[in-house]
């Protein structure tokens, strides 16, 4: 997984937009902030990571920058909450006039690792609309930048639609390697 340093921008905000912060990209190489959080905060994170906004789908698994041996969980789970998948997808948190993006492994880096995230993000996804609601849409709008919306989120598509996705493109790669 990349390393920010927490509120520093991740992105080239472009023309006219604004930076995205990012919030929760730690490794072992760099030291991070450490301390309590509260549940409340955990499970409205793990609330919002069910099924994030995406304007584009993960290509992989990213696995946990601080745990030595396993690489990390897949899935994290309360016992009065859903089950999410870590490390294959982003969160995006509106703020009043930023926007935050953090690893679905955060929440696992909260939980095993302790770490602390800032308070300013603490209190945006404390009081950040639910996912994909029209609230959240309005509040992602006025902070996104302009080329993070006109990604769009992609379709979802169907198992079977993504296997046959994957294998024109293989087909694709080796045709054009010869």
């Known amino acids: 997984m990349a390393w920010f340093e927490d509120l520093t921008p991740c992105s080239d905000p472009g023309e006219g937009g ?10 072992h190489l760099h ?18 990571l069910e099924d994030p906004w995406q304007p584009r789908r993960s290509l992989g ?7 030595r041996f396993t690489e990390g969980p897949r899935t994290f789970e309360l016992e009065e909450g859903p089950r ?12 009043d006039d930023r926007l ?3 690893p679905s492994m955060m929440v696992h880096s909260v939980d095993a690792h302790g770490y602390a995230p ?16 029209p609230a959240y849409l309005a ?6 930048p302009p080329w993070l919306l006109e990604a769009g989120p992609l ?24």
């Open 18 to 27: 604004r930076p995205v912060l990012a919030v929760g990209w730690i490794d």
């Open 31 to 48: 030291p991070y902030p450490r301390g309590h959080v509260s549940r409340r905060f955990v499970m409205r994170l793990v609330e919002l």
């Open 61 to 67: 698994w990213h696995a946990c920058g601080l745990c």
């Open 84 to 95: 999410v998948k870590l490390g294959t997808s982003n969160l995006f948190v509106p703020a």
């Open 100 to 102: 935050y993006i953090a």
């Open 118 to 133: 800032p308070e300013e993000f603490v209190k945006a996804v404390l009081v950040c609309p639910p996912m994909r609601s």
């Open 139 to 144: 509040a992602l709008r006025d902070v996104a």
């Open 155 to 178: 379709p979802r598509m169907s198992a079977g639609a993504r296997l046959r996705a994957r294998s024109r493109r293989t087909r694709q790669l080796i045709g054009s390697r010869r």
